[in-house]
């Protein structure tokens, strides 16, 4: 894309999760920027968040170019009023054909390979002129180089300190910062998790002092910035005071969740299991344990298939992969492609629950609705794992804890591809009416099985299990696994 260009404008957004809030890992994405030399944007409050996509829009267009837009967790999850401008009108550009810019061939890279390079050096002078970088002067000999939310924070460490606030940090503007070194006497470089304005400074002969004090790892905040630099006595308002001990709630799949049946005997069973992104993520929590690996969308049958190869039915008859149903359609078919076509006998088991749940109940394509909530032809998972050639299909009630039970066992002993497709509305979206099940004390002979399936309304009690009536969703996978029938409705 940086070879090709653009037409229209074009924003590429990545939100990087500094302490891996809700990510596999804390990779700092600014460096993408560098390597498909493109320019790089990185907004500090919700107002520039919002301004800095106009301007990424114009800088797009103005330099044809992809333009990254870096935000991270707190900017993405900060509330606060903006101020909105009148709404520009946009025409459409039309689309004409230019083989020359977009198919690239090596006669045609090599030519937009000149082009980028002598973009760059234009997106370089226009960061030294950009009012989204500027220096904000102050008091005393430490001037301070930053960007993104460390800026806030450092205007609550450092409220008088110059500052050289970029808002433009790809390509960084050398010049400008050569003028605010030449107004301090020494330089702070506060950044989240890699030194990269750190390390580009410096390659420019300017001495500097960033990570050799300041956490390669983890959110910054203003706390841990005024310790690193030995600001005495410093206390931010947003100091957390422990006043009383509050018990650790882990996360946990719902009450009523369709994907509990199938942890509870793959945990039952003692097999290998190898997840994928989403909910049911969860499950490599205890009580379940259920889950061996989770690394990214669609890893699951991958790492199933790979195991395979290298330690044949050995591992495959006591393993599955794990997918859920929206996860499968993005970057799971392929993987089940590969199974047959490598002439594999994994397991796979689809978590279909007919949304999206985790990042927002989203439909998807078997849902038979689009994005807007409108009706549309719905994919067959069923159908489409046949049409690739898994004979060995068959769909399951996410509820029948004895059907899972055997069905796992009817795929593991077959030396041939298998789909396990386990079906079962996800309990968010799921409007019907429920009863709350109930314990018998009479029958509780306080085996304590029913916890092992992790149900939060379902708790330990004096006499017998307890379960508490507002929470149940009468999805009824405790009263399966309960030896004597003591939990009823």
């Not at 002993?413 to 789909?419: A, Q």
């Amino acid at each position: 894309m940086s070879y090709i260009g653009v037409n229209g404008g074009f924003i590429i957004i990545s939100a990087d999760d500094p302490d891996m809030h809700s990510s596999q890992n804390e990779q700092d994405n600014r460096y993408y920027a560098k390597a498909a030399k493109i320019p790089m944007l990185e907004p500090s409050n919700s107002q520039e968040a919002k301004d800095f996509v106009g301007l990424a829009l114009t800088i797009s267009e103005e330099f044809d170019t992809p333009v990254l837009l870096r935000i991270t967790t707190r900017i993405s999850h900060s509330n606060t009023v903006v101020e909105l401008k009148e709404r520009k009108p946009y025409q459409i550009k039309d689309y004409k054909k230019n083989v020359g810019k977009n198919v690239m061939i090596p006669a045609n890279a090599k030519k937009r390979h000149i082009f980028v390079e002598e973009r760059i050096k234009k997106l370089q002078e226009y960061s030294e002129k950009t009012p989204v970088n500027f220096i904000q002067e102050g008091k005393g000999n430490t001037g301070i180089i930053t960007s993104s939310i460390s800026y806030q924070y450092v205007k609550e460490v450092f409220p008088e300190a110059p500052v050289l606030k970029l808002g433009m940090t790809y390509p960084l503007p050398f010049k400008l910062i050569e003028k605010f070194k030449n107004m301090v006497k020494e330089i702070y470089i506060v950044e989240e998790l890699e030194p990269y304005m750190e390390t580009e400074i410096k390659a420019r002969g300017i001495d500097v002092t960033g990570k050799d004090r300041l956490p390669l790892t983890g959110e910054l905040n203003p706390s841990i910035i005024a310790n690193c630099f030995g600001i005495d006595g410093f206390t931010s308002e947003l100091t957390i005071k422990e006043s009383i001990k509050i018990p650790a709630r882990p996360p946990v799949l719902c009450p009523g969740c369709p994907h509990r049946g199938l942890f509870y005997n793959i945990s039952r069973m003692k097999l290998h299991a190898f997840g994928d992104i989403g909910c049911y993520t969860l499950g490599m929590l205890p009580p379940l344990n259920a889950l061996d690996t989770c690394l990214c969308m669609g890893a699951s049958i991958c790492v199933a298939h790979g195991m395979d190869k290298a330690l044949g039915r050995e591992i495959t008859k006591k393993s599955v992969a794990v997918i859920g149903d929206s996860t499968f359609i993005h970057s799971g078919i392929t993987g089940l492609i590969d199974i047959v076509y490598n002439k594999g006998t994994s397991t796979v088991v689809i978590l279909d629950n007919s949304i999206t749940a985790m990042t927002g109940r989203q439909e998807h394509p078997s849902t038979g609705k689009t994005l807007k909530g409108e009706s549309t032809k719905k994919l067959d998972l069923f159908k489409l794992c046949k049409s690739i050639g898994v004979d060995d299909t068959i769909i399951v009630d996410a509820f029948d804890v004895k059907g899972i039970k055997n069905a796992l066992k009817h795929a593991l002993d077959k030396d041939e591809p298998s789909v396990i497709i386990v079906k079962g509305l996800c309990t968010l979206i799921d409007k019907s009416k429920k009863k709350s099940y109930r314990v018998e004390p009479d029958k509780c002979i306080k085996c304590w099985l029913c916890l092992k399936v992790g149900c939060p309304a379902i708790s330990k009690g004096e006499i017998s299990s307890c379960i508490d009536a507002f929470l149940c969703r009468e999805c009824g996978v405790c009263a399966s696994v309960c030896p004597k029938e003591a939990i009823i409705k």
